[in-house]
């Protein structure tokens, strides 16, 4: 190991350390299950905002997402990025404030209970349901997260990609199973503040060894459809391959994601008071915007940086490894400059972290809280439900590294799977909750099941015939499962009077 490569290892280390301190910090802050997963309801404005963003950026936002922008150009990667910022501002205008309360109000502590106590499904299958959907997608997508930690170490140090994943994820599983909700969520704003330095280093260093920014976009133009919206670059011919109207659409629905994801949506609930809500949506949206900008452009500018000889080029997968090559060649420069990599490269683990800690809650939630206690009836004491949470997080970690074993998977194809999962299942039936006080249980579970089943049908069945169904499974997925709850909901019985009370009580108050 070079001597800049020990700085960077030791700047790394050293944010570990500071990382796995706020989970011990915090351990003696969880009195009972509601601290653990929803942190007490204590957020301020700038946590909420910051953890929010970077639990949902997750380690696509500063590999997967440079990643495509490298191969393919500016179309997909900037319509996905455009999708995603009108989804972050619309989840926050309408969103928020809505679940803060009407939770506040049922004294929900996860998404699955609230859809429970939100239709007072008193056998629990609602919320039996949604935590057998947040296992299933959770796992997925927290395995994408190591898979990223795999990538970084093992293409920067030459470690083997599983052993370098196995310890990532016990730092990540440390802090969070001691800390809860509280650690991740401040963990996630110190490491939004990591991310967003490591963007903006590598974005500079990066246009000044291209050459300039004029030599990245003449490096751009020389590539068929680059730089256009309406195309993505084929590398393989130097061609451009239309990018059309249905197309664009499919990847804009990235958006309707937000309205389902359990780990963007317990920030809210978290709030300790609804009215900075409007502080929290202004930071959060402007940070998006601003690192999905960055993080697309390091793509390109990674590109012109390959042209040129200051990296070698990226196929496939390696592509998202984009970041980490530029580091790597600023810790070359001297000991401050391997310095600053280190701080990058732990901005690829905060980012990662980030998100892996939100969803190991989330799906531990999902097993401990909603499933054995309010679905099968458990019962169980203050500190018998703490070792049972945490206990599952260490084991839904332990699933999800078995998923991340192969080293070339795409962070960018699970993540953007698992996204679509949540989105379906979710959204539909979070936005109903919210809006339509017609909407009932029974509407409500068949809008899971249609947007779940979807989800698996157009992937595997209906988008491998190409054409006009090679649409992002997300779109059709959804609009089947809104279909399914309105359907439903007007064909079956109206909710009781108290469900109705209890809603129109909530909407007084908002």
Same mark, same amino acid.
């Given at each position: 190991m070079t001597t800049n490569e020990i700085y960077i290892l030791l700047s790394i280390i050293v944010y570990l350390i500071f990382i796995v301190a706020i989970g011990i910090f915090y351990s003696k802050r969880n009195e009972d299950v509601s601290d653990f997963y929803l942190g007490g309801r204590k957020l301020g404005p700038f946590v909420t905002a910051m953890s929010a963003e970077a639990s949902d950026m997750s380690s696509w936002l500063l590999m997967g997402l440079p990643g495509v922008a490298y191969i393919s150009g500016l179309g997909e990667a900037a319509w996905t990025a455009i999708g995603l910022a009108i989804g972050t501002y619309l989840n926050w205008l309408l969103v928020a404030r809505r679940v803060r309360e009407y939770s506040h109000q049922v004294d929900a502590i996860t998404i699955p209970d609230f859809f429970n106590k939100r239709y007072h499904d008193k056998r629990r299958l609602l919320g039996g349901i949604a935590a057998v959907v947040i296992i299933i997608f959770f796992i997925p997508y927290t395995a994408s997260g190591f898979a990223a930690c795999g990538k970084l170490f093992s293409s920067l140090f030459g470690i083997d990609y599983f052993?370098?994943?196995l310890i990532s994820a016990a730092v990540i599983v440390a802090y969070t199973t001691l800390g809860g909700f509280l650690a991740a969520s401040t963990s996630d704003f110190i490491q939004s503040i990591v991310m967003?330095?490591?963007?903006?280093?590598?974005l500079v260093f990066g246009i000044k060894t291209a050459g300039g920014f004029d030599n990245v976009i003449e490096n751009s133009k020389e590539m068929a459809g680059y730089l256009s919206l309406g195309a993505v670059h084929d590398a393989a011919g130097?061609?451009?391959?239309?990018?059309?109207?249905?197309?664009?659409?499919?990847?804009?629905?990235?958006?309707? !994601?937000?309205? &389902?994801?359990?780990?963007?949506?317990?920030?809210?609930? $978290?709030?300790? *008071?609804?009215?900075?809500?409007?502080?929290s949506r202004r930071i959060a949206t402007t940070w998006v915007i601003i690192s999905l900008g960055i993080a697309?452009?390091? !793509?390109?500018? &990674?590109?012109?940086?390959?042209?040129?000889?200051?990296? $070698?080029?990226? *196929?496939?997968s390696g592509s998202e490894t984009i970041i980490i090559q530029i580091a790597n060649l600023l810790s070359s420069y001297g000991i401050l400059p391997a310095i600053i990599a280190g701080v990058i490269?732990?901005?690829?683990?905060?980012?990662t972290m980030s998100t892996s800690d939100s969803q190991l809650l989330a799906a531990a939630s999902g097993v401990s809280q909603d499933l054995m206690?309010?679905?099968?009836?458990?019962?169980?004491?203050?500190?018998?439900?703490?070792?049972?949470?945490?206990?599952?997080?260490?084991?839904?970690?332990?699933?999800?590294?078995a998923f991340a074993s192969n080293p070339d998977s795409s962070v960018f194809e699970i993540v953007s799977f698992a996204w679509a999962g949540f989105g379906a299942c979710f959204g539909p039936v979070m936005l109903t909750a919210l809006f339509w006080k017609r909407s009932n249980m029974q509407g409500a579970m068949a809008g899971m099941i249609a947007g779940g089943s979807m989800i698996f049908i157009w992937k595997y069945l209906v988008r491998p015939l190409g054409g006009a169904f090679n649409i992002y499974e997300l779109l059709p997925a959804f609009i089947f499962a809104l279909l399914a709850i309105v359907i439903v909901s007007l064909a079956t019985k109206e909710p009781d009077e108290t469900i109705m009370e209890e809603y129109k009580r909530v909407e007084n108050i908002i």
């Open positions: 052993t370098a994943m967003t330095i490591a963007l903006v280093v590598v130097n061609q451009s391959v239309d990018y059309g109207f249905i197309t664009i659409v499919s990847t804009l629905a990235w958006g309707l !994601g937000y309205f &389902g994801m359990p780990h963007v949506l317990l920030r809210f609930m $978290a709030i300790e *008071e609804r009215d900075k809500l409007v502080t697309i452009l390091i !793509g390109i500018i &990674g590109n012109a940086m390959s042209s040129n000889g200051s990296i $070698a080029s990226l *196929e496939g490269l732990a901005g690829i683990l905060a980012a206690n309010n679905c099968f009836k458990i019962k169980l004491n203050q500190k018998a439900s703490m070792i049972v949470a945490r206990s599952t997080v260490i084991l839904i970690s332990v699933v999800a590294v």
